[in-house]
């Protein structure tokens, strides 16, 4: 079956009967509830704007992680939560949870003392049930720079070494999705939920396909909201967001060679640099943003803030604007509080049900969106007194061995036409920016991803069997896509 008629297919089955629940929002935490909803045997559609991973999901930094700087704020409970998720991930999903060790340097006079670090890696460790993904230590200065020479070591004291993992987070949404469709949910991209009505206790939904422009009707039990940053714009909805900007950049790691992630602080502020197979991410900013969603963007003074950030940590490494390969832009969608500076607003989540049939799942982290998906899909069969398996997604694997796939790592695969064959086939490719930004991560980790869209262009074309304008139209869409409105950085990538 090619793509267009496994799309219909699923466009179909969301119009016959009615679901037992529509999620809205392709993003981790709607990707976790189909996937929950599906296994314990609901039937469940899914329908996403844009493409899968689009929001927030595709632009986080990456971590499984219980927040060591939660810790500090004395979140206690909030970290054990993750923490514990973050195991879980790592036995359900090993492909997408690398253990990563953190050195987080302290220094005389500034940030973290050596004892509260020394402490709050121990508290860390046994938050995780005691057995976290590897022991912390203590490294004195000697040890911290023969590990990272190019580390400040001015008034250096040492560093604790920890361990979270590193996922690769518009991976996690697809596989997830993958296995919500094993287990029969109609998942759908391109396809944007406008309204609903509820009557007789059910919910009429009109969905607007973006490709075609088609309006579909569907019938519903019930309906999710986890739309993310969205989640307040969309009728029904009863969710207050204060949305807050993060940035990353992507550097070669020759010019910052990290065997470890490397903590680096501003203040209470944690920023990191992240090693990403022969890259380093470096992220992030944490800025009140109110602009269009869809419009979010790296600006220079993101730029100017990282490298700054980061040079006083690696003064030797000397980055500056022309070393950075990609950048990305994303929001988080935190439950509102008005007080507060952006990096003390809670990460926790909160899943409501303000209508009847009706839930606004917001909040949290990627790390939590499987809890959070238990939490919601056992409402919604509480409530609505359906009849279920009971929640197994803490233990079945994501993928079996023979699901998972060489093109679905934490490192990108290799630019070869099999893998492009693979993500049209397999997993819902509409568009050029589908494989570059997010089924492979190409644009992120290519030096050259401008002449690397060409060629995965071409390979589209002959298996997509696109109309000769249409390689042109798409290589535009993605440079806008990727870089619009206006790439900050000073060379092109072109
Ligand atoms: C800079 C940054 C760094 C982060 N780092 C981490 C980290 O390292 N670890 C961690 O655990 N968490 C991290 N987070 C948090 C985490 O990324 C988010 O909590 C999570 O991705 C939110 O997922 P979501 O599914 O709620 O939203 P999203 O991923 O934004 O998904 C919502 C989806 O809904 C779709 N949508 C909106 N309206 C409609 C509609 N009308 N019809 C159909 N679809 C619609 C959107 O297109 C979007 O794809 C980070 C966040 C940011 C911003």
Redesign the pocket.
Known sequence: MNPAETRNRSINFLGEGTLDALV???????AGIARDAAMRGLRVGL????DF?????G???????GGLRYLAQGRLGLVRESSIEKRVLHRIAPHLAEPLAFVFPSYQGAGWPPWQLRLGVKIYDLLCGGRNLGQSTWLPQPSVLKLIPQLEGNRLRGASRYFDALTN?ARLVLDTLRSAARNNAGVINYL??RNADYSGQIWTCELEDQLTGQHHTIRTRAVVN?????AQK?PHSHVQLRLTK?V?VVVDRRRLPVPDAVVMTEGARILFAIPWAERVIV??TDTDYDGPIEAVRTQREDLTYLLRITAKFFPAAALTEADIISSWA????LIASPAGRPSELSRAHQIRNPEPGWWDVAG????TYRLMAQQAVDQIVTHLKLTAAPCHTAEEPLLTPEQCSEFSSIAPPAVAREAVEHFCAQEWVVHLSDVMLRRARWHYYCADASLKAEQVGQWMARLLDWPPERLQQELAAYREEAEWPANPLPHSKS
Request: hydrophobic fraction near 30%.
């Open positions: 809205i929002g392709g993003g981790i935490v709607g329908v996403e704007q844009h991973a689009y929001g927030t999901s632009r986080s930094s990456r971590l499984l992680h987070d944007k939920f986890a739309t993310g940053p969205w969309l993060g990353h992220g992030t994303g929001l988080r969608p949290g982290k990627l790390t």
